[in-house]
């Protein structure tokens, strides 16, 4: 049986949380566990136990969290679980570190999510609409202006483009 990774490769509120729920229920469905590598969980996690936003736990725990997230993404590779790495991975070079990772024969798919011109507003209402989770304006210009497409030489069995935006009118 081949094991399969999906990395998912978008902005922050571009739908890459929202539809890893939905994957994750198909997965339960067929009776296939799957481990999720996100640090944003347990940047998540530490601020609920903390009781802090968000961006307080981000500021304090981002490096921990990213340390395990890491431990996730091996013991899934240990475990030749498959794996769902739910970061935005917007950047040939980071997806490159995480490719070169992943166990030979595994299948590697992008799930890349892309934001549509006409629906940056929509976009923007989403990143705004996040409580106690606020990306500074200059961060996110940031990122849009390091994204780089993804490509069909980056070494991905599969390119798959999601638009979570296309049942809003």
Partial sequence: ??????????????????????????????????VVASS??????????????????????????????????DLAFKMNIDLIHDQTNITIKKRKACLDAVPEGWMKFAIVFDVPDDKLDIWDIRLKSRPGKVIPDNIIQNMQLS???????????????????????
């Fill in 1 to 34: 049986m081949t094991n399969n990774y999906f990395m998912f490769v978008g902005l922050p509120a571009s739908g890459k949380s929202t539809h890893r729920k939905k994957l994750i229920k198909e997965f339960a469905s067929i009776g296939c566990p799957v």
């Fill in 40 to 73: 944003d969980d347990h940047i998540e996690e530490y601020a609920q136990t903390n009781q802090t936003t968000y961006n307080q736990a981000f500021n304090e725990f981002a490096k921990y969290a990213t340390k395990e997230m890491h431990k996730d993404i």
């Fill in 147 to 169: 994204y780089e497409p993804v490509a069909e030489n980056e070494g991905f069995d599969m390119i798959i483009h999601v638009n979570s935006f296309e049942e809003i009118g």
